[in-house]
């Protein structure tokens, strides 16, 4: 069976490294960008849908696909949607900080309501693989207001019935980033001065294509399982 693969937070550190490795992975033959807006990206499986996360579950795909679409470069895929010919699994790598977000509450709309209102909307449309990009240490118990928040967005994901369901979490990122996170750095350094000694190898930062192609693996593994969790240490051996 053929694949399509939606995409949300393709403009970000893990989502832009995922689109190029979709773009490259032949079992994929469309790659569905969703965002706030257009990247700046050009590729023959690419089709970008703009979309507005919080009034996301009334978007009308088909609609979207046909805005513009002067040269019916969207038909076939239309029809492919309409007739369920095609298996789709859905990426989530959206996520932000709280200064970038502007405050606590901006800041679990975007990691916790939008997540979960797209997850509904792709599900509806008919995926049956989710991968999500979450964070070590995600716990919605835990007193950390990041970590909180992010366990919180697991928990509620599990209640949406995929077949299944992959939550990644890695540790620190490493990549090149547009804005600078000056904790993250900092927290950089540290893992690798920590785990240069075999310490809490666990918490030893990660590069974001590495993220990336675990979460390719796991959707095009057969899985058993309806839920797994895909710890930081697993991912560092992806290459």
Known sequence: MKKIAIVAGGSGLVGMQLLHQLFQEQAYDVVIAVGRRELALKHGKLVQVKVDFETIQNVDLEDKLRENDFGGRNHSLISSLNSKIF????????????????????????????VINYAKWVRALGATKFLFVSAIGADQQASFFYNKVKGKTEAHLKQIDFTYLGI?????????????????????????????????????????YKVAKAMIFHALEKNELRLEYIPSMAMQDFD
């Open 168 to 208: 990644l979490q890695p540790s620190l990122l490493l990549g090149n980033r547009k804005e600078v996170r000056i904790g993250e750095d900092i927290g950089k350094i540290l893992g690798r001065i920590i785990t240069s000694f075999g310490l809490l190898k666990k918490y030893k930062p990660i590069p974001d």
């Open 87 to 114: 298996a789709i699994h859905a990426f989530c790598t959206m996520g932000t900080t709280i200064k970038k977000a502007g405050s606590k509450e901006m800041f679990e709309k975007i990691d916790h309501d939008y």
